[in-house]
């Protein structure tokens, strides 16, 4: 299923009350899971326009990407769904939050992530689940034009297949947002309940996370990369491609502190 989003709603979605409480809870698993990654290059595409916990990475650089359609986020490179502006092997890391959902390619999306991956490299996938009160809420809402309810949901069964398919060791997969987009009493209640309750396999959730690990050595040589030094940072960063023409390289990611 193809979906078409629009830079105005997609704004106005991440602004929202609801998406800044699922935001905050994502944010904290996160920033645990990208704790333990090492290596040179971490890629995060997703809909966080302030990732802050990639801070807790310990990796030497990370850099986003965004859809050609987000205008007005701020990013280092603009990206096709099946296009993405990088060298074969060159990220050891990516990060997807909730970018299949944003997605019309979901499919060739992955395989995007598969090809820019090193050897051994992890993806992570924050993904919205189809079989949950979410999904239940989605199809009443079918004929909407908003976020989330266009959103196109892979669930982790077959996400994990496709993952297997593109010789990926699925580590871990785990059940979040169990509330969301429901809440209690109030803001701060419903943040604790999700924060319990996350990983529990028992109760439907709304959300996961999956790591995935790339098992097997590329097929294709990596190509020789034109670096640029960076004399803010003292590291070297690869430079990226796009369509009719070469975009500078990406610069070292130093968000605010939380």
């Given at each position: 299923?193809?979906?078409?989003?629009?830079?105005?709603?997609?704004?106005q979605?991440?602004?929202s009350?609801?998406?800044?409480?699922?935001?905050?809870?994502?944010?904290g698993?996160?920033?645990?899971?990208?704790?333990?990654?090492?290596?040179?290059?971490?890629?995060?595409?997703g809909?966080?326009?302030?990732?802050?916990?990639?801070?807790?990475?310990?990796?030497?650089?990370y850099?986003?990407?965004?859809?050609?359609?987000?205008?007005?986020?701020d990013?280092?490179?603009r990206?096709?769904d099946?296009?993405?502006?990088?060298?074969?092997?060159?990220v050891d890391?990516?990060?997807?939050q909730?970018?299949?959902?944003?997605?019309?390619?979901?499919?060739?999306?992955?395989?995007?992530a598969a090809?820019?991956l090193?050897?051994?490299?992890?993806?992570?996938?924050v993904?919205?689940?189809?079989?949950s009160?979410?999904?239940?809420?989605?199809?009443?809402?079918?004929l909407?034009?908003?976020?989330?309810?266009v959103?196109?949901?892979v669930?982790?069964?077959?996400?994990?297949?496709?993952?297997?398919?593109?010789d990926f060791?699925?580590?871990?997969?785990?059940?979040?947002?169990?509330?969301?987009?429901?809440?209690l009493?109030?803001e701060?209640?419903?943040?604790?309940?999700?924060?319990?309750?996350?990983?529990?396999?028992?109760?439907?959730?709304?959300a996961?996370?999956?790591?995935?690990?790339?098992?097997?050595?590329?097929?294709t040589?990596?190509?020789?990369?034109r670096?640029?030094?960076?004399?803010?940072f003292?590291?070297?960063?690869?430079?990226?491609?796009?369509?009719?023409?070469t975009?500078?390289?990406?610069?070292?990611?130093?968000?605010?502190?939380d």
């Amino acid at each position: 299923m193809g979906i078409r989003i629009k830079s105005e709603v997609y704004q106005q979605w991440v602004n929202s009350d609801s998406a800044r409480r699922l935001l905050a809870l994502e944010a904290g698993w996160l920033r645990e899971v990208v704790a333990d990654f090492h290596g040179q290059h971490l890629l995060y595409t997703g809909v966080d326009n302030t990732p802050r916990f990639l801070k807790r990475a310990r990796l030497r650089h990370y850099f986003r990407m965004a859809p050609v359609w987000a205008k007005g986020v701020d990013c280092d490179a603009r990206m096709q769904d099946d296009a993405w502006p990088l060298a074969n092997e060159s990220v050891d890391v990516v990060v997807l939050q909730h970018g299949l959902d944003l997605s019309a390619r979901p499919h060739q999306m992955i395989r995007e992530a598969a090809r820019v991956l090193v050897p051994s490299g992890y993806v992570v996938v924050v993904g919205f689940s189809p079989l949950s009160v979410f999904g239940v809420l989605r199809r009443c809402f079918t004929l909407s034009t908003r976020l989330p309810w266009v959103v196109n949901s892979v669930g982790a069964s077959r996400l994990s297949d496709w993952l297997t398919l593109l010789d990926f060791k699925v580590e871990s997969v785990t059940p979040v947002a169990h509330l969301w987009p429901l809440r209690l009493l109030s803001e701060g209640s419903s943040r604790r309940f999700d924060r319990v309750l996350a990983g529990n396999p028992w109760l439907p959730a709304n959300a996961y996370i999956m790591v995935a690990r790339k098992t097997v050595a590329g097929m294709t040589p990596i190509r020789p990369r034109r670096w640029q030094l960076n004399t803010d940072f003292g590291m070297a960063v690869p430079a990226v491609r796009v369509a009719g023409g070469t975009l500078p390289p990406a610069k070292s990611s130093q968000l605010s502190s939380d």
